[in-house]
Structures are given as structure tokens and as C-alpha cells.
T-cell receptor, first 113, second 113 residues
Framework: GQQLNQSPQSMFIQEGEDVSMNCTSSSIFNTWLWYKQEPGEGPVLLIALYKAGELTSNGRLTAQFGITRKDSFLNISASIPSDVGIYFCAGPNSGGSNYKLTFGKGTLLTVNP | DAGVIQSPRHEVTEMGQEVTLRCKPISGHNSLFWYRQTMMRGLELLIYFNNNVPIDDSGMPEDRFSAKMPNASFSTLKIQPSEPRDSAVYFC???????????FGEGSRLTVL
């Protein structure tokens, strides 16, 4: 089946630093989604990307849909302590079952104040 | 507006007992998903309902797992009998648009002793 590889697995950064994480796949995706999960909560959608090459921002977050459609990255600028959490990339499976999302294993972000 | 509501938030039970997890999706959403999250396997789709009808239950691990959606505002996931390897966080999610814009509940953390 389709797999999404996220890197890095974890990051420890100082408040104020910029963060970059990415997600790659051996298969083409037509949609890329980035979710954030805080401790004890469910994942929350941050950004959705629908077009190859698309660059979308949501506040301090910026995500891009790779032109090969096999990768995406998420950047966080000027990190703050509340950015702590696990960031997941996800995309719908191909072949008609577009309700079935494949999730990456996540990038755990820790921000030291 | 209320989000996806799950209950209980935490459940501790003994092996062999029946467990019932409950979910109220966001009003107006026509798709409902049950996911399981573990450290080893990440987020896995268990079952997907569309308009209250189970469409894909291929992710349900065994016959011990069953899910129902008797109406548009309620779903249950039942495990009978439960086993220690069922320990995980179970998420319910709903959506109106396919291709990934899922809204997750806060999850039910299940511990089977």
C-alpha cells in the first residue's frame, strides 16, 4: 500500500527558531494534508493542498505541494511553545477510495522556551 | 459549534470484558470514520461510514470488533472480548467533503489489563 515517510521523526528547538519538516511518498498524491496533534487531543487540520506546486500559508505556517506530487513540506516560522505537538502529513489513497487517508508516522516537535 | 464528541475519554478494563466506545459526529457531516492510534502503527483506519452505511470495514482487526451507526448523529465501536493488544487511543472523525478534511474527536484512550 501507499506509505508516507516523514522526516525528521523528532525535533528539539529553541523558541523563535524556524522549523522545516517534510513528507515523501513513492506514489503520487493529488491532495496533501498537514495535521497537528497536541497531547491528549485529536489531530487538527492545519493546511490542505490540492494542486502541484501550490504554496499555502496559515499564519506562521507555510506548506507546499511538491511539483512531482510525491512530496510536501511544512515550515513553521518563529516557533513558540504552543507549537509543541506531533505534525502529520496525510493524503487520500489513489484508486477511487479517496476517503481513505494514509498518514505519516509524524514529526514530534518540542520547543524550549 | 460543537465538534466531534467521543466518550468515554478514558477506559480501563480487564481482558475479556466488553468495551463500547461512542461518537457523535458534527451535525451535517455525512461521513464518519473510526481510527486507532498506537505508537507502533500510527493512525489506522478501522471503518468508514457514509450516510450511516458501512462502506469499508477492511481495517477492522478481527471479528471481536464491530461498529454501528444507527443514525446520523451516533456511532459505536464495540470490542468483545477485549484483549491487552487492543490498548490504544481510538478516534472518531467526521467530514462533509471527501479527500481528507477530517474533523477528529478528542479520542478514547483504552487500556486493557
Amino acid at each position: 500500500g501507499q506509505q508516507l515517510n516523514q522526516s525528521p521523526q523528532s525535533m528539539f528547538i529553541q523558541e523563535g527558531e524556524d522549523v522545516s519538516m517534510n513528507c515523501t511518498s513513492s506514489s503520487i498524491f493529488n491532495t496533501w494534508l498537514w495535521y497537528k496533534q497536541e497531547p491528549g487531543e485529536g489531530p487538527v487540520l492545519l493546511i490542505a493542498l490540492y494542486k502541484a506546486g501550490e504554496l499555502t500559508s496559515n499564519g506562521r505556517l507555510t506548506a507546499q505541494f511538491g511539483i512531482t506530487r510525491k512530496d510536501s513540506f511544512l515550515n513553521i516560522s518563529a516557533s513558540i511553545p504552543s507549537d509543541v505537538g506531533i505534525y502529520f502529513c496525510a493524503g487520500p489513497n489513489s484508486g477511487g477510495s479517496n476517503y481513505k487517508l494514509t498518514f505519516g508516522k509524524g514529526t514530534l516537535l518540542t520547543v524550549n522556551p | 459549534d460543537a465538534g466531534v464528541i467521543q466518550s468515554p475519554r478514558h477506559e480501563v478494563t480487564e481482558m475479556g470484558q466488553e468495551v463500547t466506545l461512542r461518537c457523535k459526529p458534527i451535525s451535517g457531516h455525512n461521513s464518519l470514520f473510526w481510527y486507532r492510534q498506537t505508537m507502533m502503527r500510527g493512525l489506522e483506519l478501522l471503518i468508514y461510514f457514509n450516510n450511516n452505511v458501512p462502506i469499508d470495514d477492511s481495517g477492522m482487526p478481527e471479528d471481536r470488533f464491530s461498529a454501528k451507526m444507527p443514525n446520523a448523529s451516533f456511532s459505536t465501536l464495540k470490542i468483545q472480548p477485549s484483549e491487552p493488544r487492543d490498548s490504544a487511543v481510538y478516534f472518531c472523525a467526521s467530514s462533509l467533503v471527501l479527500a481528507g478534511e477530517l474533523f477528529f474527536g478528542e479520542g478514547s484512550r483504552l487500556t486493557v489489563l
